[in-house]
């Protein structure tokens, strides 16, 4: 089985400060891992991902994530936040391709972003 | 390059009703999926199909059939809405995870459906 947790249903910060949100995983063996972000009123779109090598992964609009093995996240950063970054972010998972095994992703709950001018 | 489509955008159902929510996409993808998503849940899986003429039941399969009749079309059906099922529907289509290609989803922009 494999799940996600994103432990904050919102984040508030200040324009121009570092900006943190929170994703946990389990899954049996090596994790795929994603994030997601959703505009109001549009559908889902890919942020970046983290599949092998490098733990820190940068993505679409300055944003990076940082795979951490040990405590099983998998944390969406930005250095600096912009009003327009305002949005819900998702974060998923799913297991390392394995013969006969299943490739649906499970997403977390959402975290609503806001950031404040 | 359309991407994944979903139509109607919006519809308002009487309790009773059947309707159908057609997905079209034109990457040529061979995995498809019907999401919901309603506050507080997040994003929650009702079918998914793995391959043209396939399909298996998500996290919330009842109330809802679906068809992949043709690779790029992925049809979900409410035979009998009711208010319970008053929610922003997404469809999403990926490539099968091998090689270069790992999975990531790619959403059409939602369709919203209310059920009196």
């Given amino acids: 089985a494999q799940s996600v947790a994103q432990p904050e249903d919102q984040v508030n910060v200040a324009e121009g400060n570092p900006l943190t949100v929170k994703c946990t995983y389990s899954v049996s063996g090596n994790p795929y891992l994603f994030w997601y972000v959703q505009y109001p009123n549009r559908g889902l779109q890919f942020l970046l991902k983290y599949i092998t090598g490098d733990n820190l992964v940068k993505g679409s609009y300055g944003f990076e994530a940082e795979f951490n093995k040990s405590q099983t996240s998998f944390h969406l950063k930005k250095p600096s936040a912009l009003v327009s970054d305002s949005a819900l972010y998702f974060c998923a998972v799913r297991h390392y391709p394995r013969p006969g095994g299943s490739y649906i992703p499970t997403f977390g709950r959402g975290t609503s972003l806001i950031v404040h001018p | ?116």
Avoid at chain 2, 22 to 38: F, I
Wanted: proline letters at 5%; one cysteine or more.
């Fill in chain 2, 1 to 116: 390059n359309a991407g994944v489509t979903q139509t109607p955008k919006f519809r308002v159902l009487k309790t009773g009703q059947s309707m159908t929510l057609l997905c079209a996409q034109d990457m040529n993808h061979e995995y498809m999926y019907w999401y919901r998503q309603d506050p507080g849940m997040g994003l929650r899986l009702i079918h998914y199909s793995v391959g043209e003429g396939t399909t298996a039941k998500g996290e919330v399969p009842d109330g809802y059939n679906v068809s992949r009749l043709k690779k790029q079309n992925f049809l979900l059906g409410l035979e009998s809405a009711a208010p319970s099922q008053t929610s922003v529907y997404f469809c999403a289509s990926s490539p099968e995870p091998a090689g270069a290609n790992t999975g990531e989803l790619f959403f059409g922009e939602g369709s919203r459906l209310t059920v009196l």
